[in-house]
T-cell receptor, first 113, second 118 residues
Framework: DTEVTQTPKHLVMGMTNKKSLKCEQH?????MYWYKQKAKKPPELMFV???????INESVPSRFSPECPNSSLLNLHLHALQPEDSALYLC????????????FGPGTRLTVL | AQKVTQAQTEISVVEKEDVTLDCVYE???????LFWYKQPPSGELVFLIR??????QNEISGRYSWNFQKSTSSFNFTITASQVVDSAVYFC???????????????FGTGTQLKVEL
């Protein structure tokens, strides 16, 4: 199994809603990532987990809350989002360190009304 | 700080033409890793190649080839005999070591939109 899966594929939410994005990989990778991508821009790193511990938080607003329950799963909890948070949210995983390529999931396209 | 420059915003070619996508990078590290990713309209980033700073050999994979030149800090990507299915955004990226923990941090270029027409 050499893929990263993400659910849901599309999500529409209001500014008062609470929702979660889910990411899963079964490649035995120990690093997992959340990226945000706006149209016609490169992905922007949000969070990095390594061995289930948060190793990078790129000054992301607290309305985004990551969680890594185990080495295969990564969640992104969303609360009180703003319309400017509408974007493609990509999850990725890699073996461990900085020499390793990251494998990306298909993304969740989020629209905040 | 690391930086990746992809000066070509958009390239249009006719099918079967060869096309080269440019990537220039800046880093103070002596050991570093470079990557190319393809992002088709569906949105998923697809890993194409990884190159480390000690390996300057060019690489060929089918219609794809990569030219890494440390002297000019460039890592260019050539598609030979392009096809419509090659239409996508291509990103070059540079890996940065995370000192406070594991994982890595990719610095992406702004991407090159390639359109291959019949």
């Amino acid at each position: 199994d050499t893929e990263v899966t993400q659910t849901p594929k599309h999500l529409v939410m209001g500014m008062t809603n609470k929702k979660s994005l889910k990411c899963e990989q079964h490649m035995g990778h120990r690093a997992m990532y959340w990226y945000k991508q706006k149209a016609k821009k490169p992905p922007e790193l949000m969070f990095v987990y390594s061995y289930e511990k948060l190793s990078i938080n790129e000054s992301v607003p607290s309305r985004f809350s990551p969680e890594c329950p185990n080495s295969s799963l990564l969640n992104l909890h969303l609360h009180a989002l703003q319309p400017e948070d509408s974007a493609l949210y990509l999850c990725a995983s890699s073996v461990t360190g900085y020499r390793d390529e990251q494998f990306f999931g298909p993304g969740t396209r989020l629209t905040v009304l | 700080a690391q930086k990746v420059t992809q000066a070509q915003t958009e390239i249009s070619v006719v099918e079967k033409e060869d096309v080269t996508l440019d990537c220039v990078y800046e880093t103070r590290d002596t050991t570093y890793y470079l990557f190319w990713y393809k992002q088709p309209p569906s949105g998923e980033l697809v890993f194409l190649i990884r190159r480390n700073s000690f390996d300057e050999q060019n690489e060929i994979s089918g219609r794809y080839s990569w030219n890494f030149q440390k002297s000019t800090s460039s890592f260019n990507f050539t598609i030979t005999a392009s096809q419509v299915v090659d239409s996508a955004v291509y990103f070059c990226a540079l890996s940065e070591r995370v000192l406070t923990g594991g994982g890595n941090k990719l610095t992406f270029g702004t991407g090159t939109q390639l359109k291959v027409e019949l």
